[in-house]
């Protein structure tokens, strides 16, 4: 420190002359418009760089208002799927409209219960009931069991009451896929005739015979699969398509055919008592 104050002191004339030019600059800068301005934009870009950096921050928190309009889209996309129309007339090609796609956001889900069940944000005001079918962007989710006018219940695959009507996609046999374990990664195919043999990695699709779920709509792929020789049934373990500790968004899939197609079904089954 002694040394720094001789140093200055042995050259305080040219110390003197440099603070003089700073305030002389300070001076001019205060007193003309142009050279203000100058001190003014410096100012100005540093605040721009604070600005520009909350603008990203805003614009990574805004990614919820951008996932919304992507499910929107997507749920606009299915809409225009061949499986969402039912054609009637092959030589004019007219189709019906069979199913539609309603995207909804999950308020709140569970995955490690015995039965497990997920809240979403629309309700019977958005044109959801009870037994609707419910897809992830991937495959099959649950299905509706309870509305409210702003909020749905969905019965996740991951629930013991769960069974839902399913095809091998690569012979087109059917089989039923429930949830037996703990595991949410993992269902289980049922109803395995014994010639059957499933291999790993073998598609299971959604069979299209319940009326809730478009046929062809991807449950998951095969992990396992073992024969008892000594019964006419097997089963096998299946990977979920749908990761269900993660998803954020869903598909709720209105049957826009359903009222009649039930109408016919409650006219067979009275003829038949």
Avoid at 52 to 73: P, W
Avoid at 158 to 163: E, G
Avoid at 238 to 262: A, G, V
């Amino acid at each position: 420190m002694r040394n720094l104050f001789a140093l200055l002191w042995k050259n305080q004339f040219f110390v003197l002359f440099i603070l003089l030019i700073s305030i002389s600059l300070y001076l001019l800068s205060r007193s003309y418009s142009y050279h203000g301005s100058i001190a003014y934009n410096t100012t100005s870009d540093l605040s721009g760089s604070i600005f520009s950096t909350y603008g990203n921050i805003t614009d990574y928190l805004s990614l919820k208002v951008d996932n919304d309009v992507l499910a929107d889209e997507n749920a606009m996309l299915k809409n225009m799927l061949s499986s969402s129309f039912l054609q009637t007339d092959t030589q004019f090609i007219y189709r019906d409209s069979l199913y539609r796609y309603i995207p909804v956001k999950i308020v709140s889900n569970s995955v490690s219960k015995r039965n497990n069940f997920m809240l979403v944000n629309k309700g019977s005001k958005h044109g959801i009931k009870k037994e609707m079918g419910v897809v992830s962007t991937l495959g099959v989710a649950g299905v509706v069991v309870g509305v409210s006018e702003n909020y749905s219940t969905i019965m996740s695959m991951l629930h013991q009451n769960m069974r839902i009507s399913a095809r091998i996609k690569n012979s087109g046999q059917l089989v039923n896929v429930i949830w037996d374990k703990t595991d949410y990664l993992y269902g289980t195919v049922i109803d395995i005739p014994s010639h059957i043999r499933l291999n790993q990695g073998d598609t299971i699709i959604t069979s299209g015979n319940s009326l809730i779920f478009p046929e062809g709509i991807i449950i998951g792929q095969i992990e396992s699969h073992k024969i008892d020789s000594n019964k006419n049934l097997s089963k096998a373990t299946m990977r979920y398509i749908t990761d269900f500790n993660s998803i954020k968004h869903l598909f709720i899939i209105e049957n826009l055919m359903k009222m009649e197609q039930d109408s016919l079904i409650s006219q067979i089954e009275n003829k038949d008592e």
